[in-house]
């Protein structure tokens, strides 16, 4: 069992910066495919990026390609999403997720799921 717990998030104002971390424990995080998802209020929950086990592949949604970067320290357990020049169209609760091995942008195929973190930019 994985449990996943992010942290990072806030109100920041267009234009701006954050990092969220998320950090895992109860298995052996370096087998672990990490995403990123976020929902924003009465929407669904949307793909932001994933990486592989190794870090070794990466894959970003569009809407965040150039400005956000995910990396991970697998010694930490921990994955991180860096996110520059924020939209307010990037509002949104955002998770974490965790998936053995498998390479995937679809919410459904992650079996771990952190409890979100807010994140909130104003115009």
């Known amino acids: 069992q994985v449990q996943l717990v992010e942290s990072g998030g806030g109100l920041v104002q267009a234009g701006g910066s954050l990092r969220l971390s998320c950090a895992a424990s109860?298995?052996?995080?370096?087998?672990?495919?990490m995403g990123w998802f976020r929902q924003a209020p009465g929407k669904e929950r949307e793909f932001v990026v994933y990486m592989t086990w190794n870090g070794g592949v990466t894959y970003y949604a569009d809407a965040v390609k150039g400005r956000f970067t995910v990396s991970r320290d697998n010694a930490k357990n921990t994955v991180y999403l860096e996110m520059n020049s924020l939209e307010p169209e990037d509002t949104a609760v955002y998770y974490c997720?965790?998936?053995?091995?498998?390479?995937?942008?679809?919410?459904?195929?992650?079996?771990?799921w952190g409890q979100g973190t807010q994140v909130t930019v104003s115009s």
């Open positions: 997720a965790a998936q053995w091995m498998r390479s995937t942008s679809q919410a459904i195929d992650y079996k771990y």
């Open positions: 109860g298995g052996t995080f370096g087998g672990y495919t």
